[in-house]
């Protein structure tokens, strides 16, 4: 395999190998040995007490492993079209819904798929990408119950399986339980009655997070993570492990070179200009673009003209605490906590603008909702740890309001404005092509 890549130049070949879509590397490997010898009713409940609370997500993945490839393939692709159909169902309106699932169907193929093979394809999807396939399905009684829709009879039980292991993933679970508390809230004050099944919901979802804190293995994992990952993490005060969340997540968004972070920004970028003539409103929204695209994507270029970026960007994407007491007196260690603060709150800043106040910007709140889910990292040793895959929710948020956002943009009906939306969408087009090709051709040259 090595001659393979040696003859097309390249020499990075665990970057391209990520793509390779084989069940026996990571993590994987080491769930197929353990199969192999042992019964999975006895591997759940030993690691239970030892290391995990995924006792569902877990039994899944072990019984996935024991069928074949095969099955995880198919169960992949299931997960993955549950994830379009919910998100869909949920958010996209009925007009332009043709043209927003297209949009939905790029942002989805525009994603770097490879990441979901960062501990083993498998283990990875199977923890991280379908909880949220199942939490969006779960939401969507709440979006029926909103709209006064019926759920018919058969759905109850699709939609509680789909929140009882959505829920057996911490983050997942930290996102449906506010999510169901919230709305169920809400829904009471509005039609001053009690809706059963989401009540039902709700208590599920809150029993899972009992399941989750209660959990022993949960407690010496964290024991054993901040041996081995973050020995200092006991000695990381409240506000520390805030701003750590921040900065770890700016650093992954511009490492990765986060191409759906740019295209929410993008967007952004367009929608203000084509609204508003304020120079302040304007430069709001352009400063996450730019800097996803100076600092990521044309890092390369910029670093040629301005060298000491880079040096910036070094100590940003560095898997350490980035202000401490012993370099708080300089200015340098603070410039990462405040560029986080500023990315991250202009765009809170511009989609309130776009979507005029708090009360109706949905967007917001999805925004919202997927940034704590990756900051609520900052609480956990295994944030350098658990690598970029964390933020995956963050994503698939971003995602959401990009839709949200073009449904806002297409009401325009100006002709400069349709001509604008024309070429950000060919922008968007062509980047899921060629993510679409760079995946194909890396699994071309990567399968045995």
Request: contains cysteine; positive net charge; aromatic residues 14%.
């Amino acid at each position: 395999m090595a001659n393979i890549f040696e003859q097309y130049g390249i020499k990075e070949v665990a970057d391209c190998t990520l793509y390779a879509i084989e069940l026996d590397k990571y993590d994987d490997e080491v769930f197929l040995e353990w199969i192999a010898e042992r019964s999975i009713p006895e591997i759940v409940s030993e690691r239970y007490f030892i290391w995990t609370s995924r006792v569902i997500i877990e039994t899944v993945l072990f019984s996935v492993l024991k069928i074949s490839k095969y099955a995880w393939i198919l169960l992949e692709a299931c997960m993955i079209t549950l994830l379009a159909y919910s998100i869909s169902k949920i958010f996209i309106k009925k007009e332009n819904k043709k043209e927003l699932n297209t949009l939905l169907l790029l942002l989805i193929l525009a994603y770097p798929m490879g990441i979901m093979g960062s501990a083993g394809w498998a283990a990875t999807t199977v923890n991280y990408m379908w909880p949220i396939a199942t939490a969006m399905f779960s939401l969507i009684p709440l979006k029926k119950a909103w709209d006064k829709e019926k759920i018919k009879i058969y759905q109850y039980p699709l939609y509680a399986m789909a929140l009882l292991y959505a829920c057996n993933q911490e983050q997942t679970c930290a996102i449906v339980v506010g999510v169901y508390v919230l709305f169920s809230v809400l829904l009471i004050l509005r039609d001053k009655k009690i809706h059963p099944f989401i009540i039902i919901q709700a208590i599920l979802a809150i029993a899972s997070m009992v399941f989750v804190l209660t959990a022993p293995g949960n407690y010496i994992r964290k024991n054993e993570e901040i041996i081995t990952s973050f020995k200092d993490f006991e000695m990381v005060s409240f506000q520390d492990k805030i701003s750590l969340g921040f900065t770890t997540t700016i650093a992954d968004i511009v490492k990765e070179k986060s191409i759906t972070f740019a295209i929410l920004t993008l967007s952004i970028v367009v929608y203000i200009f084509s609204t508003y003539k304020e120079k302040l409103y304007r430069t709001v929204s352009l400063i996450p673009f730019i800097s996803i695209c100076s600092l990521g994507i044309f890092s390369k270029i910029v670093f040629n003209v301005f060298p000491f970026l880079e040096s910036f960007v070094k100590h940003l994407t560095q898997p350490v605490v980035q202000l401490t007491a012993a370099n708080c007196n300089n200015l340098f260690y603070v410039l990462p906590i405040i560029f986080a603060m500023v990315i991250f709150f202009s765009v809170i800043l511009c989609l309130l603008l776009i979507f005029k106040n708090l009360k109706n910007s949905m967007a917001t709140l999805v925004f919202v909702v997927g940034l704590a889910s990756r900051l609520i990292m900052g609480f956990s040793p295994s944030i350098f740890a658990s690598s970029v895959r964390t933020i995956f929710y963050f994503d698939i948020a971003m995602m959401i309001v990009t839709i949200l956002l073009w449904q806002e943009l297409i009401k325009k009906t100006e002709k400069n404005d349709k001509k604008i939306q024309k070429r950000v969408y060919s922008i968007i087009n062509v980047t899921a092509i060629l993510q679409y090709l760079n995946v194909l051709i890396s699994i071309l040259l990567t399968q045995k």
